[in-house]
């Protein structure tokens, strides 16, 4: 849809359209950032069902989807086995080493990469890939640092919105 694309400012298209990669970080981005913890080891976390949507039409489109985040939940792993996730990355205490890796596993530039985050372990990475991006409400010095800042908050759809964008930039937009 092209009359999406006047939603965005012309330099953040022009970079969507470049994308090959669509990297996040989980807590603040994909969910809320809240954590409930159960009175045994589990926790529980909610997603949003529009953010799951987008994954398909963005593989379909031959963009690479997946996380990076320095925690381990069964429900995120639950949840990124089930939308087919090509790159799942938990437990990480450096993310951008683990980013490194990722670009050289799979042959791309940083000029191909798209990522989403919302605090300091994230910054490093949004700052050298194409595309840095961060949620409303991330906290000012974070947000100062991103490329383009969504009207969502984390966990109410940023990822749909940084995946329209770039399959609208790049004419793959589903509908």
């Known amino acids: 849809m092209k009359e ?7 330099e953040i298209v022009k970079k ?8 996040f970080d989980v807590d603040g981005v994909l969910t809320n950032g809240k954590i409930i913890y159960m009175g045994d080891e589990s926790e529980i976390k909610e997603f949003h069902v529009r953010d ?28 990124a086995l089930e939308l087919e996730f090509d790159i799942i990355r ?6 951008v080493e683990c980013y490194e890796k990722i670009k050289s596993e799979n042959d791309l530039s940083s ?3 798209a990522f989403i985050g919302d605090d300091f372990p994230d910054v490093e990475i949004m700052e050298n890939c194409l595309l840095g991006v961060c ?10 640092r991103a490329d383009w800042v969504t009207k969502a908050k984390g966990g ?13 930039a790049q004419g793959k937009f589903p509908i």
């Open 90 to 95: 938990q437990g990480i205490k450096n993310k």
């Open 52 to 79: 799951g949507q987008i994954i398909k039409p963005l593989r379909e489109a031959g963009i690479l989807v997946g996380i990076i985040t320095g925690r381990v939940s069964e429900a995120v792993l639950r949840r």
């Open 111 to 113: 000029e191909e990469i």
């Open 135 to 144: 949620p409303a409400d991330a906290p000012d010095y974070i947000r100062l």
């Open 4 to 10: 999406i694309l006047n939603l965005y400012p012309g």
């Open 16 to 23: 969507a359209k470049k994308i090959k990669t669509l990297l």
């Open 156 to 168: 109410e759809g940023v990822v749909r919105e940084v995946a329209d964008l770039i399959l609208s």
